[in-house]
């Protein structure tokens, strides 16, 4: 008997210790680290569409942890611990099936795009394997008031009626807006290229884009492909590889008027500085185009807008660098 007391008392001290050295003693020492500069709590709604987001598996094939590689410099900077102090338990996911979420709020800010993903990813993203949530929206004959409908493409919208969101889809898409990296103080931010640049070769596995082909020579000797890869990478989600768009939803760049003007000061500026509820052929179209001058360079930004400007049978003007960083400082 005093046998079988000590091995199953000594068995569970040596668990306890285990218990308390593994789990319970970081999980105190972590619980002091404090938030980041720029993390907020989650709003109501966006704690229910973490539950959401938990519910339906998206963990399963998403993560939310960035790592200090060159691989995953395309989803932002590398997680710190003060990124996690309002995301207990942490998502952090460990398979990649889909791109990582961390910073996706910054990375694709359009909440239009995001219900048309949320509907049906193919919708945006041809290749995308991701299960459709259209079970999260209402076919209803008109939009209630104050509702926007979801702009679907026509060849996946409803024969009859309108697509709206309902309160999972809006939570789930409002958290997926708060996943944000705010800037780390210049003392913490690790030097180098931008992140769009060290990912641009493999980015379009990233994205789920297809390449990007031309249907005109590259105009300025500009770097063609730095700036097709650039375009997929940052824009061929909204304007599709072939640059025409979604009617409705994100605006054509063939044929686009700024895209072919000899003066490319609107062209550089809309780059620069984002895009938001604009009027492109009489349409408005209320998605948000995301700023890229806090994550191109100069030169970055010459490329793609010279990639833009000579596909698609576009015959803008090539831009310079220089050009770039005329626009650049007005803004400042």
Known sequence: MNKLLLIVGGS???????AWTMGVWPGIELSKIPAGPGVEPLTVLQSEG???????????????QVRPLDADKVFGRPSAPGDFKYQTPELLGSERTGPDLTNIGARQPSSVWQYIHLYNPRAVVPESIMPSFNWMFAVVAQ????????????????????????HQAEALIAYLASLKQPALPASEAASGESPTTAAAAGSAAVSGSAAVSTNAAPAGGYDATKGAALYTANCSACHQASGEGLPGAFPSLKGDGAVNKDDATKHIDVVLNGLHDARVSGVVYSSVMPPFAGTLSDAEIADLIDYERSSWGNHGKPVTAAQVATERAKAK
């Open 143 to 166: 939009s209630p008031a104050g509702v926007t409908p979801v702009p679907l493409p026509k060849s996946y919208a409803p024969a009859r009626g309108v697509v709206v969101p309902t």
């Open 50 to 64: 973490r539950e959401v987001y938990v519910a339906n598996g998206c963990s399963y094939c998403h993560t939310q």
């Open 12 to 18: 569970t001290l040596v668990y306890a210790c285990l």
